[in-house]
């Protein structure tokens, strides 16, 4: 496999969204995202720490490699086939500073994951605009919020009070 640099990924938001995300992040943050890929490696060059929920083994596998041949030490990127079914276990409330929701089971993974999101913390939902996730978009209805639209694809920021 090619070794690959941070700087070889960038996520696939639209530019609108890296813009305004980029804007947000600091060196001292705690991600969490489900869907790992190349957010993941973009995310780990620009803040502290991020853990990274993936259900599919062989793209966990694919993005371990890349890891491990860069040597990036503050990725924690997990195989977990059960999330969001199952929740998340093991960290703490108020723990993370930004979420990326870009993997599978949307509206369950916010559900699960608004107690360990800080208080004025960040919380991202890709494809905001699909139908199946207007759930989670009326959960949080009361949330400071950003919509980024491209040509009809949407990602929303809020920011939880």
Known sequence: MTKHTIHDNAPWFKPETLKYVSSLLKSDWIIFETGCGSSTIWFSS??????????SREWYIKLKEI??????KNIDLQLNPDY?????????????DFVSIDGRGRVKSVE???PYLK?????LLDDSQRERYQPAVILLNEWENAIIDKNGKQ??????P
Do not use: C
């Open 112 to 114: 699960m994951v608004i």
């Open 155 to 160: 990602a929303t920021i809020w920011r939880k």
């Open 46 to 55: 620009r803040v502290k720490k991020v853990i990274s929920f993936e259900h």
């Open 119 to 123: 208080s004025e913390g960040y919380l």
């Open 84 to 96: 969001p079914e199952k929740g998340i276990s093991g960290f703490k409330e108020n723990e993370f």
């Open 67 to 72: 890891i491990e041949n860069n040597r990036i």
